[in-house]
């Protein structure tokens, strides 16, 4: 089986993490490990920074690797939305920036689990902004983008502060409407797909459309505290690539080869 490039897991979730990183190394593999905090690790042309936390979960020591795996600095939603991370953590955030290419997981969520309310939206929004922008500024920013039920005010804010054009833009699970899909495949932003997605007719269907230069694999996983299997993975993101590939009619190995160059791209 080839090596498969998870570009939206949460390594920082699991207690495993360095080994999981040395192990998708060993494969070949690669992955974009985004953060739902500060950061647990993140690496830059300097070297690797360690932080502190923004939840209740242990710090862990990531260093950088010559793999493929890059740890992204980011401030989740839901976070910001319940007041968990506030601007002592924004700034952090946005201090780390300059210093880090790949910034993950950011953006809005909208739902009504999630948005703490009108309060909670307008705290989203200050951050995302925020962030968005510092972004843009330095450029060449990697971004994974949260946008649940907020799809067209995550691109607004994108197009208006330059990060669609001076940065990487990659939709997580997209689940958003037709109209702001189409402008962000026209605007160059990436789409990674996981198999939650592939599980709606809506999904599937944008699986379907996005151009394969713009298609990229995930998992989402692990869940909190649960270790990240890398074996287990990379059969998903196998599985998911196949599926995406008979949506299509295109050969799957083919496909994986060429949404696994894609990865390596924007990871090197």
């Known amino acids: 089986m080839p090596a498969y490039f998870d570009m939206h897991c949460h390594l920082d979730f699991a207690p495993n993490a360095l080994d999981a990183a040395r192990e998708l ?15 647990t690790g993140f ?12 939840s209740q979960l242990e710090q862990k020591p990531v260093p950088c690797s010559t793999s493929m795996v890059r740890w992204g600095v980011g401030l989740h939603p839901w976070w910001v939305a319940d007041g968990r991370a506030g601007e002592a953590e924004l700034e952090a955030v946005l201090a780390a920036i300059p210093s880090t290419i790949y910034v993950g997981e950011v953006g809005l969520d909208f739902g009504r689990k999630h948005d703490g309310g009108s309060a909670g939206r307008a705290r989203q929004v200050h951050a995302f902004e925020r962030i968005a922008a510092a972004c843009a500024e330095v450029g060449g920013r990697v971004l994974s983008l949260h946008a649940a039920a907020s799809a067209p005010e995550v691109f607004e804010i994108l197009t208006r502060t330059g990060a669609i054009e001076n940065c990487r833009c990659i939709f997580h699970w997209y689940s958003g409407d037709g109209e702001t899909f189409h402008a962000a495949v026209q605007s160059g932003c990436y789409f990674s797909v996981n198999n939650f997605m592939l599980e709606t007719k809506r999904g599937r269907e944008y699986a379907r ?19 990240y299997q890398v074996a287990a993975m990379q059969t998903q993101l196998a599985q998911t690539c196949a599926a995406i590939a008979q949506l299509r009619g295109l050969d799957a190995a083919a496909l994986a080869e060429s949404i696994a160059e894609t990865s390596r791209a924007l990871l090197s």
């Open 209 to 227: 459309q996005v151009p394969v230069g713009q298609l990229l694999l995930e998992t989402d996983m692990p869940p909190e505290g649960e270790t």
């Open 43 to 54: 690496c830059s042309s300097s070297g690797c920074n360690s932080s502190s936390s923004f």
């Open 25 to 39: 190394e060993a494969l070949g593999a690669g992955a974009f490990a985004v953060s739902v905090e500060q950061g």
